[in-house]
């Protein structure tokens, strides 16, 4: 069982930055092979898939809107994977999901079929 745990979200004034991060409990992400991602969710909105990143940080992928803004990165011996978040717009505005699991690949993440969600951290940008 592997639990994820997002922590970095807040209030913010449009074209700010924030760090968003995400760890694994139960298991880390040091031992156990997963693609990580994050995905959002706005009020009255669907989630949506904002980025990926394999196991070795070797590959990314991301939802074209948000190439260039946002930067997915991942420190496995420090047991995280992160979000940096650049010139935040007040569409940002959402909860932030982390989601991956075991021998999960990209495609895996991108598509929300992988095995763990965490609890979500509020991000809310100001204009």
């Known amino acids: 069982q592997v639990q994820l745990v997002e922590s970095g979200g807040g209030l913010v004034q449009a074209g700010e930055s924030l760090r968003l991060s995400c760890a694994a409990s139960?298991?880390?992400?040091?031992?156990?092979?997963?693609?990580v991602g994050w995905f959002r969710q706005a009020p009255g909105r669907e989630r949506e898939f904002v980025a990926a990143?394999?196991?070795?940080?070797?590959?990314?992928y991301y939802t074209d809107s948000m190439k260039g803004r946002f930067t997915i990165s991942r420190d496995n011996a420090k047991n995280a994977v992160y979000l940096q978040m650049n010139s935040l717009k007040p569409e940002d505005t959402a909860v932030y999901y982390c989601?991956?699991?075991?021998?999960?690949?990209?495609?895996?993440?991108?598509?929300?079929?992988?095995?763990?969600w965490g609890q979500g951290t509020q991000v809310t940008v100001s204009s």
């Open positions: 990143i394999n196991w070795s940080g070797t590959s990314t």
């Open positions: 139960g298991r880390t992400f040091s031992d156990t092979p997963m693609a």
């Open positions: 989601h991956g699991g075991p021998l999960s690949t990209l495609a895996d993440v991108a598509s929300g079929t992988s095995s763990y």
